[in-house]
């Protein structure tokens, strides 16, 4: 199995850029695809996007495309999720997820292992 765990979130003006990384520890990196989700207050956690085991592919849903970008360093065990010009409707607790699957898997149940989440808030 493998352990997660995310940083990089915080406060940040509309148009503004943050980074997340989520770290992993235990079983190798790239035995995950590696997935990006968020969870607004009293919402579902939603599919933000997607990274194939080595970074050969992405995906993203479609009200991030253009603005997000995932990325990993498998030699580093770390993911990224890059996020720029960001909007107040972006503001949500983030989360990544390992999956030991392959193909574009997008509903939080097709993960097998998460992290706890780091908070994001963008002001307008």
């Known amino acids: 199995q493998v352990q997660l765990v995310e940083s990089g979130g915080g406060l940040v003006q509309a148009g503004g850029s943050l980074r997340l990384s989520c770290a992993a520890s235990?079983?190798?990196?790239?035995?995950?695809?590696m997935g990006w989700f968020r969870q607004a207050p009293g919402k579902e956690r939603l599919f933000v996007g997607r990274?194939?085991?080595?970074?050969?592919?992405?995906y993203y849903t479609d009200s991030v495309k253009g603005r997000f970008t995932v990325s990993r360093d498998n030699a580093k065990g770390t993911v990224y999720l890059q996020m720029n010009d960001l909007k107040p409707e972006d503001t949500a607790v983030y989360y990544c997820?390992?999956?030991?699957?392959?193909?574009?898997?997008?509903?939080?149940?097709?993960?097998?292992?998460w992290g706890q989440g780091t908070q994001v808030t963008v002001s307008s």
């Open positions: 990274i194939s085991r080595y970074g050969l592919s992405t």
């Open positions: 997820a390992a999956d030991g699957m392959g193909g574009v898997r997008i509903t939080a149940d097709k993960y097998d292992y």
């Open positions: 235990g079983r190798t990196l790239s035995s995950y695809a």
